[in-house]
């Protein structure tokens, strides 16, 4: 089976500007997490999708979105960049097991 | 408010000898524990799990105590293998969020040949 794709890799943006990252799970995974990873906070979670509603969110601004599709395909939006933005984004999917998720090897943001 | 802590941040062993990486945490609602591994440019990677339930679950090299009392749980791995080189992070979460890990910061273990 193929892993957790994320699109694009790599991703610089300036200030006050908004971007989609794109997040495919494994086949047959209908449960699709993001996290933000920072040198300073470590991995946090931001929100979790299962069957096209957003089930669980952590405590990030509304300036953090997201949405999942019917063939489980998820994408997160953030408006606005800023300058704390710049992180590794990484996504996870799960089949439906308590926690065990598989990540995807991250979109690196650069905001400038 | 840091739930899951990791105290140290790195960790240097010798190839052969046992590495324990630690991990404690607050919130008494979580139920779920895991430890994920993590090399450069990747993401992470499951590695073992333990529930509340019990105090100890064992994989291969790899084997996960739970001391609830004290909030505190480590990952066993003997023999290390310089392959076993990377960053661990502890994860936690509970039976009504079971979807939403709380992670520490980490650590660096460095297997030495």
């Known amino acids: 089976k193929a892993g957790v794709t994320q699109t694009p890799r790599y991703l610089i943006k300036t200030r006050g500007q908004q971007v989609t990252l794109s997040c495919s799970p494994i086949s047959g995974h209908r449960s699709v997490s993001w996290y933000q990873q920072t040198p300073g906070q470590g991995l946090q979670f931001l929100f979790e999708y299962f069957s096209e509603t957003q089930r669980n969110k952590g405590n990030f601004p509304g300036r953090f979105s997201g949405r999942q599709f019917s063939n489980s395909r998820s994408e997160m939006n953030v408006s606005t960049l800023e300058l704390g933005d710049s992180a590794l984004y990484l996504c996870a999917s799960s089949p439906g097991l308590a926690g065990e998720q598989f990540f995807g090897p991250g979109t690196r943001l650069t905001v400038l | 408010d840091q739930q899951v802590k990791q105290n140290s941040p790195s960790l240097s062993v010798q190839e052969g000898r046992i590495s324990i990486l630690n991990c404690d945490y607050t919130?008494?609602?979580?139920?779920?524990f895991l430890w994920y591994k993590k090399y450069p440019a990747e993401g992470p990677t499951f590695l073992i799990s333990?529930?509340?339930?019990?105090d100890k679950n064992e994989d291969g090299r790899f084997t996960v105590f739970l001391n609830k009392s004290a909030k505190h749980l480590s990952l066993h791995i003997v023999p290390s293998q310089p392959g076993d080189s990377a960053v661990y992070f502890c994860a936690a979460s509970s039976g009504s969020s079971n979807y939403k890990l709380t992670f520490g910061k980490g650590t660096l273990l460095t297997v030495n040949p």
């Open positions: 919130n008494s609602m979580f139920d779920y």
């Open positions: 333990i529930s509340s339930i019990k």
